[in-house]
Protein backbone atom coordinates (compact mmCIF):
# COMPACT_ATOMS: atom_id res chain seq x y z
CA UNK A 1 0.00 0.00 0.00
CA UNK A 2 1.23 4.05 -0.96
CA UNK A 3 1.89 5.34 1.98
CA UNK A 4 0.70 8.41 0.71
CA UNK A 5 -2.72 6.69 -0.40
CA UNK A 6 -2.54 6.08 3.88
CA UNK A 7 -1.85 9.50 4.79
CA UNK A 8 -4.65 10.73 2.23
CA UNK A 9 -7.17 8.36 4.08
CA UNK A 10 -6.26 9.19 7.60
CA UNK A 11 -6.75 13.34 6.91
CA UNK A 12 -10.48 12.81 5.44
CA UNK A 13 -11.05 10.73 8.19
CA UNK A 14 -9.92 13.71 10.45
CA UNK A 15 -11.95 16.88 8.34
CA UNK A 16 -14.83 14.68 8.54
CA UNK A 17 -15.72 16.26 11.29
CA UNK A 18 -14.97 19.38 10.28
CA UNK A 19 -18.00 19.13 7.37
CA UNK A 20 -20.52 17.95 10.35
CA UNK A 21 -22.90 21.18 11.59
CA UNK A 22 -22.13 22.52 14.26
CA UNK A 23 -24.01 22.66 17.58
CA UNK A 24 -24.55 26.39 17.74
CA UNK A 25 -23.67 28.13 20.56
CA UNK A 26 -25.36 30.34 23.18
CA UNK A 27 -23.04 33.15 23.32
CA UNK A 28 -23.14 34.84 19.66
CA UNK A 29 -19.85 36.60 20.81
CA UNK A 30 -18.05 33.52 21.77
CA UNK A 31 -19.51 31.65 18.52
CA UNK A 32 -17.98 34.43 15.65
CA UNK A 33 -14.49 34.46 18.16
CA UNK A 34 -14.57 30.42 17.24
CA UNK A 35 -15.04 31.20 13.72
CA UNK A 36 -12.56 33.86 13.23
CA UNK A 37 -9.97 31.45 15.03
CA UNK A 38 -11.11 28.87 12.37
CA UNK A 39 -10.62 30.57 9.61
CA UNK A 40 -7.32 32.39 10.46
CA UNK A 41 -6.05 28.90 11.51
CA UNK A 42 -7.21 27.60 7.92
CA UNK A 43 -5.53 30.53 6.20
CA UNK A 44 -2.09 30.10 8.60
CA UNK A 45 -2.23 26.16 7.44
CA UNK A 46 -2.84 26.86 3.63
CA UNK A 47 0.23 29.43 3.96
CA UNK A 48 2.47 26.86 5.81
CA UNK A 49 1.43 24.52 3.17
CA UNK A 50 2.52 26.73 0.12
CA UNK A 51 6.00 27.79 2.19
CA UNK A 52 6.81 23.98 2.75
CA UNK A 53 6.12 23.34 -1.26
CA UNK A 54 7.85 26.22 -2.37
CA UNK A 55 11.40 24.82 0.05
CA UNK A 56 10.10 21.07 -1.93
CA UNK A 57 8.96 19.38 1.83
CA UNK A 58 5.41 19.22 1.29
CA UNK A 59 3.91 16.63 -0.73
CA UNK A 60 1.82 17.74 -3.49
CA UNK A 61 -1.33 16.23 -2.93
CA UNK A 62 -1.24 18.03 0.60
CA UNK A 63 -0.82 21.16 -0.58
CA UNK A 64 -3.53 21.04 -3.06
CA UNK A 65 -5.96 19.73 -0.25
CA UNK A 66 -4.61 22.74 1.93
CA UNK A 67 -5.31 25.63 -1.03
CA UNK A 68 -8.59 23.71 -1.51
CA UNK A 69 -9.78 24.25 1.95
CA UNK A 70 -8.11 28.43 2.24
CA UNK A 71 -9.84 28.80 -1.12
CA UNK A 72 -13.18 27.60 0.52
CA UNK A 73 -12.80 29.09 3.71
CA UNK A 74 -11.98 32.81 1.59
CA UNK A 75 -15.48 32.19 -0.60
CA UNK A 76 -17.80 31.29 2.43
CA UNK A 77 -16.23 34.73 4.39
CA UNK A 78 -16.67 36.72 1.41
CA UNK A 79 -20.42 35.21 1.08
CA UNK A 80 -21.55 35.95 4.34
CA UNK A 81 -20.11 39.37 3.96
CA UNK A 82 -22.42 39.83 1.26
CA UNK A 83 -25.29 38.58 3.08
CA UNK A 84 -24.37 41.03 5.91
CA UNK A 85 -23.53 44.42 3.57
CA UNK A 86 -27.41 43.11 1.73
CA UNK A 87 -29.06 43.11 4.97
CA UNK A 88 -27.94 46.10 6.24
CA UNK A 89 -29.10 47.61 3.05
CA UNK A 90 -32.62 46.49 3.75
CA UNK A 91 -32.48 47.71 6.97
CA UNK A 92 -31.32 51.22 5.74
CA UNK A 93 -34.47 50.85 3.10
CA UNK A 94 -37.02 50.75 5.88
CA UNK A 95 -38.96 53.39 6.47
CA UNK A 96 -38.99 55.14 10.38
Do not use: W
Request: glycine share 4%.
Amino acid sequence: MDIRALNASQKYSALREATQPAIAATDGAKFAGQVADDFAATLKQGEDMSMAAMSGDADPHALVQALAQTELAVEAAVSVRNKVVEAYQEILRMPV
